[in-house]
Nanobody, 126 residues
Framework: QLRLVESGGGLVQPGGSLRLSCAASSFRLDYYDIGWFRQAPGKEREGVSAITSGGSTNYADSVKGRFTISRDNAKKTVYLQMNSLKPEDTAVYYC????????????????????WGQGTQVVVSS
């Protein structure tokens, strides 16, 4: 059974950094594209970043230049390094897995992804 577990969330001051991890169990991560999504209170869930099995990446405009996605297939883990955090980055962050297809770009669309983690809370506040 596919399972994803996020970790690394917490409380950080504006301008600070956090690194989120998304650990996969019971399946080979290298077969999957991974997306990071977030949902702020009262808002719809939005795509933040994604990485294909081949390492191509994509970012939402709101996080470009501040967030970096990476993967370590041997450790079956995908990371989201978040720098220069802003209060508007406050949200529950979810990772999700979707089967990789040759030629597909890294997608920020929820429809690409079938397996979701439980989420990790990020609060950016002074």
């Amino acid at each position: 059974q596919l399972r994803l577990v996020e970790s690394g969330g917490g409380l950080v001051q504006p301008g600070g950094s956090l690194r989120l991890s998304c650990a996969a169990s019971s399946f080979r991560l290298d077969y999957y594209d991974i997306g990071w999504f977030r949902q702020a209170p009262g808002k719809e869930r939005e795509g933040v970043s994604a990485i294909t099995s081949g390492g191509s990446t994509n970012y939402a405009d709101s996080v470009k230049g501040r967030f970096t996605i990476s993967r370590d297939n041997a450790k079956k883990t995908v990371y989201l390094q978040m720098n220069s955090l802003k209060p508007e980055d406050t949200a529950v962050y979810y990772c999700a897995a979707g089967l990789s297809r040759i030629g597909d770009p890294a997608s920020l669309l929820e429809s690409k992804y079938r397996t979701w983690g439980q989420g990790t809370q990020v609060v950016v506040s002074s």
